[in-house]
């Protein structure tokens, strides 16, 4: 008996059985918050199966992951079609190119941003300087705006905003191995959202994902988010 308590208690404390989702309640607002450490999780971009045909959903992606999925959040914007706004690349192959300018809509308020994932690490990149000099990534995607540049806030960001949605993003910390994927509970403004990163999570560089549309899959929380078709995911595995 002795025995299996120690190991149960080793097990524990190697993280194996670590629920990788908590709630987390800032400014009033209550945050789901999914980490992602690089040493014992992968993390992968997903848009279409093996057919290229759209996967769309949770239920599908966890019948075309290989291995069980721990979490997986909607992973930027998309047109109608599902196809990614801006930036895509998966599994080494940039199915989209990326767009640098200015315009109407969230994704185009300047500065946005890439969510770039490496062998070694993951970062989140201001999209003129991915352009001008890119990193290799295996699995990227474009969003916008920016949440967090290198630790200040997006200079549109208006503290006493009323413009609120559920909104979901992706922040890094400095060592490029610690990942923070969140989705507001109820409607935030961006300045919430942005300095949840900045303030709680220590994430110097943060991209909004989407708002309204957002959703997660969080299997260890008992929930799986449904709407209508997204485009691209953002899949969590263990190693």
């Keep these: 008996m002795i ?33 992602a450490d690089l040493d014992v999780h992968e993390i992968s971009l997903r848009h279409s199966d093996a057919k290229a045909e759209l996967i769309g959903d949770f239920r599908r992606l966890t019948e075309t992951t ?6 997986a959040m909607n992973a930027g914007m998309y047109h109608p079609d599902r196809a990614p706004v801006g930036l895509y690349v998966e599994d080494g192959k940039q199915v989209t190119p990326i767009v640098t300018r200015e315009g109407p ?19 989140v990149v201001e999209s003129r300087a991915f352009a001008a000099d890119p ?12 949440l967090v540049i290198d630790g200040a806030l997006h200079p549109r960001f ?7 949605n559920i909104r979901n993003g992706v922040g890094v910390q400095a060592d ?7 989705i507001s509970d109820d409607a935030v403004t961006f300045h919430e ?3 949840l990163f900045r303030d709680r999570l220590n994430a110097p560089n943060a991209l909004y994902f989407d708002g309204r549309v957002s959703r997660l899959h969080a299997p260890g929380l008992d929930r799986s988010d449904f709407g209508l078709p997204m485009g691209p995911i953002v899949a969590v595995t263990e190693r």
């Design 3 to 35: 025995a299996f308590s120690l190991l149960w208690v080793l097990i524990l404390s190697s993280g194996a059985l670590a629920e990788p989702c908590e709630s987390v309640r800032h400014r009033d607002h209550m945050f789901t918050v999914c980490t």
């Design 158 to 164: 208006l503290p006493n905003s009323t413009f609120r």
């Design 193 to 195: 959202l942005a300095t």
């Design 176 to 182: 490029g191995r610690t990942v923070h994927f969140v």
């Design 135 to 146: 990193p290799a990534c295996s699995d990227a995607t474009q969003s916008g705006p920016m």
């Design 66 to 71: 290989g291995a069980p999925v721990l979490f």
């Design 105 to 123: 809509g969230n994704f185009a308020m300047l500065p946005n941003g890439v969510f770039c994932l490496s062998e070694d690490r993951a970062r």
